[in-house]
């Protein structure tokens, strides 16, 4: 079941207001985490295809609906991971064309954070 949210908690947030930075629940990623969060997102998708990193960015790029796919999902398992200390998230669901491998170069990744 879902509950309705207030217009606030709803809101799409595409960065992290300064406010809630330094709260006991909020952490803004440094930039060398999030490189690596992109790095091992890769390696997954290579090993998962048993190919180097240098030949899936070259089929992503090529529009290859799995290498994409795998590439999110990685991202998203990476993300769930430095959430996982978060006390405020209980559950993460990943849905949409990553899930249905048909995320494209350009496809989002869809998340539920509960």
Same mark, same amino acid.
């Given at each position: 079941?879902?509950?309705?949210?207030?217009?606030?908690?709803?809101?799409?947030?595409?960065?992290?207001?300064?406010?809630?930075?330094?709260?006991?629940?909020?952490?803004?990623?440094?930039?060398?985490?999030?490189?690596?969060?992109?790095?091992?997102?890769?390696?997954?998708?290579?090993?998962?295809?048993?190919?180097?990193?240098?030949?899936?960015?070259?089929? %992503? @790029?090529?529009?290859?609906?799995?290498?994409? &796919?795998?590439?999110?999902?990685?991202?998203?398992?990476?993300?769930?991971? #430095? /959430?996982?200390?978060?006390? %405020? @998230?209980?559950?993460?669901?990943?849905?949409? &064309?990553?899930?249905?491998?048909?995320?494209?170069?350009?496809?989002?990744? #869809? /998340?539920?954070?509960?």
């Amino acid at each position: 079941m879902f509950t309705k949210m207030s217009i606030v908690e709803s809101q799409r947030v595409n960065k992290v207001p300064e406010s809630w930075v330094g709260t006991q629940y909020i952490h803004r990623p440094h930039t060398s985490e999030i490189v690596k969060l992109i790095n091992d997102a890769f390696e997954f998708t290579a090993v998962r295809s048993k190919k180097t990193v240098d030949g899936i960015k070259k089929e %992503m @790029l090529a529009g290859d609906l799995w290498a994409n &796919s795998t590439f999110r999902y990685a991202l998203a398992k990476g993300i769930r991971k #430095n /959430l996982s200390g978060n006390p %405020m @998230l209980q559950d993460l669901y990943i849905y949409g &064309s990553v899930m249905d491998d048909q995320a494209r170069l350009t496809s989002d990744i #869809n /998340l539920i954070l509960h």
